[in-house]
């Protein structure tokens, strides 16, 4: 089984960048779908981006498409979510997901098995 372990978060203002981690260990991340959502409380879990196990296919949010940028670096079993040009309507807990398929990009949160814990993201205005 694999564990995941999101980092990068924090406080930003509006207009700012960040960069969020999604480290896993246990398995190889390699042949694991991966893919980011997003929950804000009294919401429902936002799907935000996920990439294919071998980062040849990507597949977005609307909300978040031409901001935000999915990548994943095998050799170091971390896939990344660099965040651009953030609203404060981005503010959320991020959480990584992974799914053991060669299957592609995934969308729904109920299609993965593997979750993390999840890492705060503020952007003010």
């Known amino acids: 089984q694999v564990q995941l372990v999101e980092s990068g978060g924090g406080l930003v203002q509006a207009g700012d960048s960040l960069r969020l981690s999604c480290a896993a260990s246990?398995?190889?991340?390699?042949?694991?779908?991966t893919g980011w959502f997003r929950h804000v409380p009294g919401k429902e879990r936002e799907f935000v981006a996920t990439?294919?196990?071998?980062?040849?296919?990507?597949d977005y949010a609307d909300s978040v498409k031409d901001r935000f940028t999915i990548s994943r670096d095998n050799t170091k079993n971390t896939v990344y979510l660099q965040m651009n040009s953030l609203k404060p309507e981005d503010t959320a807990v991020y959480y990584c997901?992974?799914?053991?398929?060669?299957?592609?990009?995934?969308?729904?949160?109920?299609?993965?098995?593997?979750w993390g814990q999840g890492t705060q993201v503020t952007v003010s205005s």
């Open positions: 997901a992974a799914k053991r398929t060669f299957a592609g990009t995934l969308t729904t949160a109920n299609e993965y098995s593997t």
């Open positions: 990439i294919s196990w071998n980062g040849r296919t990507t």
């Open positions: 246990g398995r190889t991340l390699g042949i694991f779908t």
